[in-house]
């Protein structure tokens, strides 16, 4: 019989793909038993966040606690750092698993420092991008690459959702010190069924963080060129929140596209699915990213920037992806929407697709390396 553990999921922001993956791991670890809990910062996310928290709780033995946790490193890291390692100190795991910047420094540190007075921690760091994202030759970057590296010394294991993100770490770090193992993001069995658009669906959907990082702003700068192209008006929905979104609005006014453009809050990545016929992922930075998964696996056709995982995902060298560049998205989008059939033909299979990306593989693998930590 497997060992039962007691599991802490460490992380700053419960959004976007870092929350989603956790939510995953966490289902599928008390499904085998395990006893799990999340620590993660308490003044992010909204209503949206707050629904699924609440799906949640029943099933996390050790809870969901959530403590301000600042994003940028700055004074006030000190209080929040002691809040939530007295948090983690009352939850007693086996298993520390950090995720993100902020969440793997604090589960290894406090990892490190539960072993002064208990028996062994087993910390595990996933990047999700997080560090990796910021340029080398930046003093940001540099400060951040150093702090990682240090950061390996207070690490059993790393896990990489991505080859891109290994490489990245490897070309801005180093060759990892410690254990590491490739672990793709997964998805569960219902999702992938196909997904059928509405009738008055938009012609063209952006769901996601409204962030520069994940491109909204080429998403809006485009669409000029995309109708320009089409001889037409298109209309576009746009799924999400982020720091960023009041200046989304403005910019969308600023080009009279107010009437062709709706904005509307998050929601279920199937739900808003239905809703567009072209999905749009115009990121500038990504590890490897659930909303394509998500999509491909629900049938729905798609134009991305190759940058990240997402290759991996496609295919090097798929014609459906463009640099992160207005100009190139503006080009691939009007070929999906002058000939819907056609470019269907460039995506994944969906069988492809479960037989790479399945959740139950991705929980098998992580819930490998814990044993792995926890022995050596």
């Known amino acids: 019989m497997t060992e039962k553990l007691r599991i802490v999921h460490c992380f700053r922001s419960p959004v976007g793909g870092i929350f989603r993956h956790v939510r995953d791991l966490a289902q599928a670890q008390v499904a085998a038993g395990h006893a799990v809990g999340i620590v993660c910062d308490s003044t992010t996310g909204g209503d949206f966040e707050e629904r699924l928290f609440a799906e949640m709780k029943e099933m996390l033995a050790l809870g969901v606690s959530r403590t301000p946790m600042q994003r940028h490193v700055g004074p006030g890291d000190i209080a929040s750092a002691w809040r939530t390692y007295r948090i983690i100190k009352e939850l007693k795991p086996d298993v ?46 540099k400060l951040f690459f150093g702090l990682e590296r240090l950061m390996e010394r207070f690490t059993d294991h790393l896990l990489f959702v991505s080859d891109y993100e290994r490489r990245t770490f490897v070309r801005k770090i180093g060759p990892p010190r410690v254990a590491n193992s490739l672990v793709y993001n997964g998805l569960t069995a219902p999702e992938f069924d196909p997904v059928r658009a509405e009738a008055d ?3 063209l959907l952006y769901i996601g963080m409204m962030r520069d990082l994940k491109g909204p702003d080429l998403f809006i700068a485009a669409l000029p060129e995309v109708e320009a192209r089409l001889d037409r008006e298109v209309t576009a929905v746009m799924v999400g929140d982020g720091e960023d979104l009041p200046r989304y609005k403005s910019e969308v006014d600023r ?30 930075a990504e590890a490897m990213p659930y909303i394509v998964l998500e999509a491909l696996a629900a049938g729905l056709p798609m134009a991305a920037t190759a940058v990240g995982g997402i290759p991996e995902i496609f295919g090097q060298n798929s014609p459906a992806l463009v640099h992160p560049d207005a100009g190139e998205l503006a080009e691939k989008m009007a070929e999906a929407l002058a000939d819907p059939a056609s470019y269907h033909t460039l995506m994944p299979a969906p069988a492809e697709l479960k037989a790479r990306f399945g959740a139950d593989v991705m929980a098998a693998a992580i819930e490998r390396a814990y044993f792995a930590a926890l022995r050596r």
């Open 255 to 284: 080009q009279g596209l107010a009437g062709r453009v709706r904005f509307l809050d998050p929601m279920p990545a199937r739900h808003a699915f239905a809703l567009g016929r072209l999905i749009v992922v115009p990121s500038r």
């Open 201 to 203: 669906a938009a012609d």
């Open 96 to 141: 520390l698993h950090g995720h993100g910047a902020k969440g793997g420094v604090y589960a290894r540190m406090f990892g490190s420092l539960l072993r002064v007075s208990r028996s062994r921690v087993a910390r595990l760091y996933s990047p999700h991008g997080g560090s990796l994202h910021y340029d080398e030759g930046t003093t940001t970057g």
